[in-house]
Nanobody, 128 residues
Framework: EVQLVESGGGLVQAGGSLRLSCTAS????????IGWFRQAPGKEREGVAC????????YYEDSVEGRFTISTDDAKKTVYLQMNSLKPEDTAVYYC?????????????????????WGQGTQVTVSS
């Protein structure tokens, strides 16, 4: 059974940084796509960043490009989301999700409907 556990959320001032972690279990880490998503109150869930563990390809949503970095530690089966220069509009519950066999052409869009396994989420709050 695929399990994903997020951690690292919290309260930070605008301009600050946080690093989220997503620890995976129940599946082999290679050849998976793992994405970070977020959902703010009253808004739809949106893709933030995604990484393909097979070839290391990364994809970012436009508003976080240059501020957020997704990376993996294969030995720890953990995916990180380093978030710098945080803004109040980054406030949301952040989720990680994973799936396998996903086409790169669709991964670029980081669509939530493409991913089958989800973590429970971690709250990120950025104060102004």
């Amino acid at each position: 059974e695929v399990q994903l556990v997020e951690s690292g959320g919290g309260l930070v001032q605008a301009g600050g940084s946080l690093r989220l972690s997503c620890t995976a279990s129940g599946f082999t880490f290679d050849d998976y796509a793992i994405g970070w998503f977020r959902q703010a109150p009253g808004k739809e869930r949106e893709g933030v960043a995604c990484i393909s563990t097979g070839d290391g390809s990364t994809y970012y949503e436009d508003s976080v490009e240059g501020r957020f970095t997704i990376s993996t530690d294969d030995a720890k089966k953990t995916v990180y989301l380093q978030m710098n220069s945080l803004k109040p509009e980054d406030t949301a519950v952040y989720y990680c999700a994973a799936d396998t066999g996903l086409p790169a052409l669709l991964l670029k869009l980081i669509p939530s409907w493409l991913f089958g396994s989800w973590g429970q989420g971690t709250q990120v709050t950025v104060s102004s």
